[in-house]
């Protein structure tokens, strides 16, 4: 069965330097073999960022002066100097909610989190604010894969345009990312999805896991929903998803705008561990989620954190 070692912030230093003593090892004989089969993933997730660009104003509201576009980039190219094998992937929602997606519609979200390097998203309900056409007006715009296994867009203007699922490769790591939308009947005009067909994500994320794992020889699973993380009713969510599919070590969730101080751990039919976890919305926060693979084994240990995008960030910009 495979293993998780889940940590919270406040521990994450903690956990770190066990790691490092952890890779430390592979320079003791008796251990060496050992050690050299771990392999280290640091995967950085966001979700519901909603065209939030800039930080959020100094008005005394809540979240003010915090999130940025210009300060997840200073914080990701840190860590990507620090880490020689990042995923960066998001979970939906990039559009609508300040006057960014009104003036640009979409075009900025795509291409600045084309210049961030995101390698997978999928899509969340407000990508079709303006329809399929104002859609896939800006989708070429996007150097990384949408994954939207459940939303069969066949006889529509992105039919072939977005994917089931991609593999991806890092430090002899096989990584395979689906991804998986709420139903937008009613949260959406009817005419702006006209054509599409959403299918259940279950069934989906079964059958696209059980390829990935057992046809492709992945290490890792990963769905990045936009489900939501949990209901009081029995729709889909990412505890149920969890709960009922096979094969996904991995659930980075959306849509439910839900801030996880550390992520939580659903058994699946399986009765192995599914990890999901999801960083509230607008760009506040940043997960971060350091995977340590074991291939002889298939055992892995996964450190959490995340990451307040806040004025801090501003003094490395200019440092």
Same mark, same amino acid.
């Given at each position: ?138 989708? #070429? $715009?996007?150097?990384?894969?949408? %994954?939207? +296994? &459940? ?6 203007? @992105?039919? !072939?345009? /977005? ?70 009713? #029995? $729709?889909?969510?990412?505890?149920? %998803?969890? +709960? &009922? ?6 659930? @980075?969730? !959306?849509? /439910? ?63």
């Amino acid at each position: 069965m495979e293993e998780f070692a889940l940590l919270s912030r406040r521990n994450f230093l903690k956990q770190s330097a066990a790691l490092g003593a952890l890779a430390g090892l592979s320079a003791m004989p008796a251990l060496a073999n050992a050690a050299a089969k771990n392999h280290r993933l640091t995967i950085l997730h966001t979700n519901d960022v909603h065209s939030r660009i800039e930080p959020f104003p100094l008005d005394g509201s809540r979240f003010q002066g915090l999130a940025g576009v210009a300060r997840r980039s200073t914080l990701i190219k840190k860590i990507r100097k620090e880490e020689p094998q990042v995923l960066l992937v998001d979970s939906g929602d990039m559009f609508q909610g300040t006057p960014y997606f009104n003036m640009f519609e979409g075009k900025l979200e795509i291409e600045l989190m084309s210049k961030l390097g995101y390698e997978a998203g999928t899509f969340g309900n407000h990508e079709f604010d303006n329809g399929l056409n104002g859609l896939v007006k800006h989708l #070429d $715009k996007a150097t990384f894969p949408f %994954l939207t +296994a &459940n939303y069969d867009f066949t006889g529509t203007l @992105l039919e !072939g345009k /977005t994917q089931d699922y991609t593999i991806i490769e890092k430090g002899g790591l096989r990584i395979g990312l689906t991804g998986v939308g709420i139903d937008i009947e009613g949260l959406v005009d009817p005419n702006s999805y006209k054509g599409m067909q959403y299918l259940d994500p279950i069934p989906v994320v079964n059958r696209i896991a059980k390829l990935l794992k057992d046809e492709k020889k992945c290490d890792l699973v990963i769905v990045l929903s936009h489900l939501g993380y949990s209901y009081s009713d #029995d $729709k889909v969510s990412d505890i149920k %998803l969890a +709960a &009922n599919t096979e094969h996904v070590d991995i659930i @980075l969730g !959306g849509h /439910t705008h839900t801030f996880l101080e550390e992520p939580t751990r659903v058994k699946n039919l399986q009765q192995e561990e599914v990890l999901i976890n999801q960083m509230g919305f607008a760009g506040i926060r940043l997960g971060r989620l350091d995977v340590l693979f074991n291939k002889q084994t298939r055992k892995k240990q996964i450190i959490a954190q995340h990451y307040t995008v806040d004025h801090q960030l501003d003094k490395s910009q200019t440092a």
